[in-house]
């Protein structure tokens, strides 16, 4: 699970799955419901439709601190040099796509002004990668 991953590369054990947070993402997923199922049908999805989206609803629902995440993170820094956990041209384009599309409609606005690969949460994270530098990850509540 997506839990054991971030624990392995923050270690931090103190990460936790808020399972209301879950379900509050899952009763509203009409869109990724729906990319799900064209996924599906062009056969791109290797397991279930419940079962990706299942995962997806958990991976919103983890609940860490901006250290634990920026420190998860860090092997997407180094691009030039293998990884146990992703090789150098994975790395390379994971942030390339993080870049693109990593903060929804706001991507190409971030890529032009901030010009690092990034991600945004549900609950108010940013997360940003400095390639060949380290990992920034901010939280802002309303």
């Known amino acids: 699970m997506t839990i054991d991953l971030i624990v392995a590369t923050s270690q931090d054990d103190t990460i936790r799955y808020n399972p209301d947070v879950s379900f509050s ?11 799900a199922h064209v996924l599906a049908d062009h056969g791109k999805l290797v397991n279930g439709i419940d079962a990706v989206r299942g995962q997806y ?5 983890i609940e860490a601190s901006v ?3 920026a420190r998860s993170a860090l092997f997407l820094v ?28 706001a991507a190409g606005d ?3 002004r901030v010009a690092l690969p990034a991600k ?16 920034i990850c901010v939280w802002a509540s309303t």
């Not at 609803?57 to 629902?61: S, V």
């Not at 040099?81 to 903060?103: E, K």
């Open 25 to 35: 993402e899952s009763v509203a997923d009409h869109r990724n419901a729906a990319i």
């Open 57 to 61: 609803f958990a991976q919103c629902a």
């Open 110 to 112: 971030i890529a032009y």
């Open 67 to 69: 250290r634990t995440v």
């Open 78 to 105: 180094n691009r030039t040099t293998a990884h146990p956990l992703l090789d150098s041209a994975t790395v390379c384009s994971l942030n390339a796509v993080l870049l693109t599309s990593g903060m929804y409609g």
């Open 120 to 135: 945004s949460g549900i609950g108010g994270g940013i997360l940003a990668i400095m390639p060949g530098v380290g990992t």
